[in-house]
């Protein structure tokens, strides 16, 4: 997914008065892998613009929770705190594959060439239409994601020692993350529930924008 998905929760945060950025990482796929020091630099370099003694919190949703730990050791800021948003987690210990062997077979039949098709185009009508509760809203999101190559899949990102060195906390819109959710609990996390499908903070991002700031700030 591309920075559109998060922007109006972003518009929402700015207007409380909360500097945020929104980094964008539809590039980092491109080129040979591995993609994950791509990811990291990214972020970091988007961060740029923050002056370096600015304590940060990020924020990562669905498969880029799995690169948190990287993006973590690779920032120049000090972390004050990390929300998984319906996302899933790196391992205990690395390195986490980016994706189960029962995702993969589902996968590699999509691939043309190596190239998979765009995510919302993976699923049915019927599963993708819940997601989006503006027709336009839904045509810039679609519009705006990569086709990913099978390979990015296939890579296995690393769980750098003592990444979470700063408090965590999880934020569950629904299945199938709801088991991440308990994981999150168990490792002795924060976790809320803001009821809703996987791009919920697209449909609501009031409510995301303060569940955000109520989990930031709970420590």
């Known amino acids: 997914m591309g920075p559109s998905t998060w922007q109006p929760v972003a518009d929402h945060l700015m207007a409380a008065g909360h500097q945020v950025r929104v980094p964008s990482l539809l590039h980092v796929s491109e080129g040979a892998p591995p993609f994950w020091p791509r990811v990291a630099e990214a972020v970091r370099d988007d961060l ?40 899933a987690l790196p391992a205990r210990s690395g390195p986490t594959p980016v994706a189960t062997p029962e995702l993969l077979e589902f996968l590699r039949p999509k691939a043309v060439h190596g190239r998979l098709p765009r995510w919302t185009d993976w699923w049915d009508e019927a599963d993708v239409a819940p997601m989006f509760s503006d027709p336009t809203v839904r045509q810039t999101v679609v519009e705006e994601q990569p086709s990913l ?17 700063h408090p965590c906390s999880y934020l569950l819109f629904g299945p199938p993350y709801d088991d991440f959710a308990t994981e999150a609990q168990e490792r002795g996390w924060r976790v809320a529930h803001l009821p809703g499908a996987h791009l919920h903070q697209i449909v609501d991002p009031v409510g995301t924008a303060r569940q955000l700031v109520e989990l930031a700030t709970a420590y």
């Open 48 to 87: 740029r613009q923050v002056p370096t003694g600015n304590p940060v919190s990020l924020v990562v949703h669905s498969n880029a929770g799995l690169f948190l730990p990287v993006i973590r050791s690779a920032l120049d800021h000090p972390v004050a705190g990390s929300v998984f948003v319906d996302a």
């Open 149 to 165: 190559p099978l390979s990015y899949y296939e890579q296995y990102v690393p769980v750098p020692d003592a990444w979470d060195d």
